[in-house]
């Protein structure tokens, strides 16, 4: 049975985006039946180009991806999920969506990355900074994969596990 991922942030322009692609492409790359989906609370309607560019550098096709908002995934055509993922900044003051929809109960964390749109240095400082947060969210979404039984694991195992996942 497929897991379903939601990965949340505000705008679903960037982190978010950048965390579904990663993802996805770990878990076809492992084998694993696992599958995210991102979208925002208040989505731009349109994808950053520098997190495009990021994903398309390390091979990811992007050609299907757009901004969207998280009320997809509240009906019921919408996939049960089984964890939500918030990726905002809240040590910047940034104000984080709280999920409270989606079928299935699921689980979730929260895994805070600084905004790569606000890197100094131009264009080539973005570039710079969305490659380092794709490559740390990279991280973190091996380690999700390789390290837990995601249809195994009870409810609050699973929390305990991605909050550990979180400071690491």
Not at 47 to 72: H, M, Q, V
Not at 99 to 113: A, M
Request: with cysteine.
């Amino acid at each position: 049975m497929t897991v379903h991922v939601l990965i949340l942030c505000t705008h679903n322009s960037a982190r978010s985006v950048l965390s579904e692609g990663m993802l996805n492409h770990l878990a076809a790359r492992l084998g694993r039946d696992v599958r995210a989906h991102s979208a925002g609370s208040a989505p731009s309607g349109r994808l950053n180009p520098f997190a495009i560019e990021a994903l398309n550098n390390a091979g990811i096709d992007t050609a299907a991806y757009r901004s969207k908002s998280w009320d997809e995934f509240t009906g019921p055509e919408a996939p049960p999920l089984s964890l939500v993922i918030t990726v905002c900044d809240s040590a910047a003051a940034e104000q984080c969506p709280v999920f409270f929809g989606g079928q299935g109960q699921p689980v979730k964390v929260h895994w805070g990355y600084a905004d790569p749109s606000n890197a100094e240095g131009g264009d080539e400082g973005k570039r710079r900074a969305f490659e380092l947060t794709r490559q740390a969210i990279g991280y973190r979404m091996l380690q999700l994969l390789l390290l837990l039984p995601l249809e195994s694991l009870s409810k609050p195992e699973l929390l305990a596990a991605l909050n550990a996942i979180a400071k690491s």
